[in-house]
């Protein structure tokens, strides 16, 4: 049997941050909020001086996104009550949103604390929240250890963002 090769080459940039690389730079939420670039060059979806959405740059599906606060912080027990508020009802406008935008069977949402429970970026908080159908398996997941993603980033930012509230 040879050994097959499925070209990704988008994926040198997660393995670079996975190898400490990408930790000299600061907390990459914290760069994105921070950015002067179109939010479409960044990906955010919305943000107040509170909390903010953002895609998922290595999504596990397409319309992965992710909800969080503004304040750099690390632990679920360190948000404030006005950030939880804030973010749960954030939250619930992403839901809608993924919905609307997708008409999925269900939807995935969750946080990963700490990098022993799968958190890529275990220094802010964050919560993902994802969309999912019925059969989204295939062969490619179970046997090569790869996704599909049969959406860009871009078309996804353009999906949701005509759904999105832009109050």
């Known amino acids: 049997m040879t050994l097959e090769r499925l070209w990704a080459g988008w994926r040198s940039d997660y393995v670079g941050s996975a190898s400490g690389a990408e930790a000299d730079r600061g907390c ?98 964050h919560v993902h929240c994802l969309p999912r159908w019925e059969g989204d398996t295939n062969f490619m997941t179970s046997l090569a250890e790869a996704r599909v993603l049969p959406e860009s980033l871009p078309a996804t930012y353009a999906r949701l963002g005509k759904v999105w509230p832009r109050s």
């Open 28 to 125: 990459v939420f914290c760069r994105i909020l921070a950015s002067e670039e179109p939010p479409e060059q960044t990906y955010l979806l919305w943000r107040d001086d509170t909390c903010a959405a953002v895609l998922n740059a290595f999504p596990y599906t397409s319309g992965h996104l992710m909800v969080l606060p503004v304040r750099h912080v690390a632990e679920l027990e360190d948000v404030r009550a006005d950030e939880a508020s804030a973010l749960w009802g954030l939250l619930a406008v992403a839901v809608r949103a993924l919905k609307t935008a997708y008409s999925p069977d269900g939807l995935n949402v969750g946080a990963n604390l700490g990098r022993a429970a799968g958190a890529g970026v275990p220094g802010h908080f």
